[in-house]
C-alpha cells in the first residue's frame, strides 16, 4: 500500500467515525421527546392581606362650656334662700344663728346643685373615626402540575395554567409560558 492510499483508508475512516457519531446524535434528537403530557393541574391559591381605612360617624358627648366656674350664682342663690328659710326659726339671738347657718348651709347646697347642674350639661356632635383594618382575600398563586415524560411522572409550579401538554427542550420541560401565550 502506498503512502496515498493509507491516507485516503484514515481520512475515509474518520469520516465514518464523524459520520457514525453525528447520526446517533441525530437519532437520540430525533428520537427524544418533544413535549411532556399533563396529568392533572391545581390551582394555588394564596391569602392575601389588604390594608383598607374603614370610617364611620360616631355621637361624641362633651362637656359645655361653663360659664360660672366657681359656681357663685348657685352659692349666693343657695345662702339667699337658706338665709331666708333660717330667719325663720327661733327668736332673738337664735333667730340670728339660724339665719347664718340657715345662709351658710343655703349657699353650700346651692353650690352643690349649681355643680350637679354644670356636669350634666352636656354637648353631643357626630365625628367621623377612623381605622386601618386587613382586609382578606384569596389570590391565585399559580398551579400545581402533574406531567409524564418518558414514563415517569413529575409535579412542577407554573405561572400558567398549561393546556394538555408541555414543551420539552433538550429533555428539560419548559415551564415558561410560550411568547404567545403570554398575551
Not at 409550579?157 to 398575551?183: C, E, H, I, M, Y
Request: glycine share 12%.
Amino acid at each position: 500500500m502506498d503512502k496515498s492510499m493509507i491516507k485516503g483508508v484514515a481520512v475515509g475512516g474518520l469520516a465514518m467515525v464523524v459520520l457514525g457519531a453525528s447520526g446517533v446524535t441525530g437519532y437520540r434528537t430525533l428520537t427524544q421527546p418533544t413535549v411532556a403530557e399533563v396529568v392533572a393541574v391545581h390551582e394555588v391559591m394564596q391569602t392575601v392581606r389588604t390594608p383598607q381605612v374603614r370610617c364611620e360617624n360616631v355621637q361624641v358627648r362633651h362637656q359645655a362650656p361653663v360659664k360660672d366656674q366657681h359656681r357663685v350664682a348657685g352659692t349666693v342663690i343657695g345662702g339667699v334662700a337658706g338665709g331666708l328659710v333660717g330667719s325663720t326659726i327661733g327668736r332673738g339671738n337664735g333667730n340670728t344663728l339660724a339665719t347664718v347657718a340657715g345662709a351658710v348651709a343655703g349657699g353650700y347646697a346651692g353650690n352643690q346643685v349649681q355643680k350637679n347642674l354644670q356636669q350634666q350639661d352636656v354637648t353631643t356632635r357626630t365625628e367621623q373615626r377612623c381605622k386601618t383594618v386587613q382586609v382578606k382575600s384569596q389570590q391565585l398563586a399559580g398551579y400545581d402540575v402533574r406531567y409524564r415524560l418518558n414514563g415517569q411522572e413529575a409535579t412542577a409550579r407554573t405561572s400558567f395554567k398549561p393546556g394538555a401538554t408541555l414543551p420539552v427542550k433538550n429533555g428539560q420541560v419548559q415551564l415558561t409560558p410560550a411568547p404567545d401565550a403570554r398575551s
